[in-house]
């Protein structure tokens, strides 16, 4: 961990290269087929995954695969100002950037003519909520059973007060330059999330997203320990009878 | 050829479990020459073949499986049936009667209604159709009596028990007739609803429970107790 | 449905062609469809411009009216950015509320013009908290042969740049028009570039059939000075050394996207 440089302190104390503390939970929802839950410093999301189901209507179903449904959702109470619940352009847009960084890694020509929708719920947004929605959804796929190539880790880099700074918290990305949320499937280095918006040089872009990679990979490794923790008790069922 | 593994370990999707000429087995996948998880699970190696035994996963239906449905529709000269997968069952009226349907004389629901539930076995599914499912044959047909319970797919070999010390056990404490599907879904069957009851509950500490090492001695405790006071 | 199944002897022949080098048009990878921006062809509009990128056409019109500022930028105008998909620009469009496709299209062109500050909003405000200027970009797409983004971005572009509004004085906190007509107040020149992922090679301003056969999509908005102010990855997968070698091509690419604008409205 690099330790700040002279006067220049993040407001939360952290170091450039930090990530805000994370804790994720496994299999939580009761109906869901697939369920997690995460908190990326002070951003909340639930996510529960149903599927391979059956889809309605009919004509939406696919004889090569499982079509991926994504519904990324922020609550009314999610945001200092109460936000209204129906769905914005901002919300249609991230359901489909974060269905985008999930597809790559579901096998969904396993399960033809079927569906498998995904439901994110933002319960408290505080800055990263696609990234912790990516990081949480993978889970609850790997619950759900689904057959996956890798989990999808996902954390965001950018720029404040001059610096390029890891998992920029709500302050930072409001008043920051840039802002870089990245997905990655750590096992292949395959990039399924990519989007900027600020303004970077060249150099900059560089030096942030490759900050952005290190951090989806710590990400991931938090990924697997909330599925050991969930999943080590689970393991002697199989083991005495198979 | 390497194996990156101790048998057994529980890996997730994405882990690299061995590289070089394995075959691959259930819930694994081959990538690059390297073979991957591609489920939540046990990792096993059996001579050249690596598989995952999945800890969670949908019931796949496969030819042969015998399982229990719930039917939910009626078609022009099928009904359509539940086995909690993501395929819906489709049970042709020919494999009811015995011989062609026949729309004068014969109404569907007389045989079946919606809400019926059956033993079924599954006669052919691939990727475009089906299952097809057929309730011709020993043991199979519609269910009169009993109740439903569901355990995960995953589980069924501790509902069974090492050479079926588990279910004998619950047969035995209770006198209940228990049927398990292949999809997880169990029948069970007794003199009077309390047995019926008890067995249930005894599946649903068996599906919480099943990791918890023990767990036969404990459900003879569980069911012995319980036998004395309710009866 | 036919016509968004892309046969695989095609899809065969774009991969086949991409790794030498080519495409099925005969063109280099980092080589754009001929260009042709037109502007002022909607007189009713403040500002409007066409660009076609291939047989790819669209046109944006610009209209602007007074409103309320946002609570948070008292001090700013507002640029709002909606896109049409209609369906007359293509056989796979249906008419409807605007779908993910065109949602994405319009956030897209709206980060690149936004985060590149092509308008100067400061210089759009009437009475600060109270009244400002709304610049209104609206993206008709009529005509879809790959690659709406670049098309869509250099059309808002040039639109913004030919545009004139009204000219006006504040006095008292109110707006009093007056004849002659300005320019609206523009800062940078963002244009977006989007790139294609085919096997490993990476190529500029996909048609419609490309789009259709890639791997992955990246569109890179950059200004003028090459500073990249806006990244949208579409679906599929970038490995990381391709993501920064996507920078670098858009950055490279957007001089021919700028001198395009430059000679299509001669800055006044």
Redesign the interface.
Known sequence: MVRTVKEFTRHDGRALDELRPIKMQVGLLDKA??SAYIEHGRTKVLVAVY????VHPRHLAS?EGAILRCRYHMAPFSTEERKNPAPSRREIELSKVIREALAP?A?LDS????AIDIFAEVLQADGGTRCASITACSLAL????I?????VASCAAGKYGGRILLDLDNVEDQEGEADLPVAL????DEVSLLQMNGLLTEEEFNEAFNLALKGCKRVYELQ?EA??EH???????????? | MSVFFEE?K?V?????LAEGDFSVGA?V?R?GGRV?A?????AVQEDHMVSV??????YEPKVGDVVLGKVIDLGGSSWFVDIGC???GVLNASDVYGRGFSPQTDDLSNALAIGDMVIAEVLQFD??RGPFLTTRGPGLGKITRGRIEKVTP??I??L???KGSMISLLRGETGCDLTVGKNGWVLVAGKSAEDEELVGMAIRKIERE????GLTDRMAEFLKSRGKRGG | MSLKIVPDITRARIWDLASKGKRVDGRELLEYRPIRVETGVVEKAEGSAQVSIGSTKVLVGVKVETGEPFPDTPDEGVLTVNAELVPLASPTFEPGPPNEDSIELARTVDRGLREGKALDLKKLVIAPGKKVFVVFVDVYALDYDGNLVDASALASMAALTQGKMRGYKVVDREVVWQDEKVPLPLLHSPVAVSIGKVGGSLLVDPSLEEEQTLEARVTVSVDEAGRVCSVQKGPGCLSPNQVLEAIGIAKSSSQRLLQELKEAVPVA
């Open positions: 087929d697939g599927g391979p189901r059956d004889p890694a096998f399960f033809p003519r079927t790997a619950d759900a059973g057959p996956l190539r890798d989990l499937l750590p096992a292949f697997r599925l050991k999943y080590v008790a689970a393991t002697s069922v199989v083991e005495e009878e198979t | 057994r529980l997730f999707p994405g882990e690299l819930n996948f990538e991957y591609g489920r939540i699970g046990l035994i999945a800890l969670r996963g949908v993501p395929y819906t990727r475009t995953a589980k070999p501790r069974i028990g090492k099943a990791h918890v090492p």
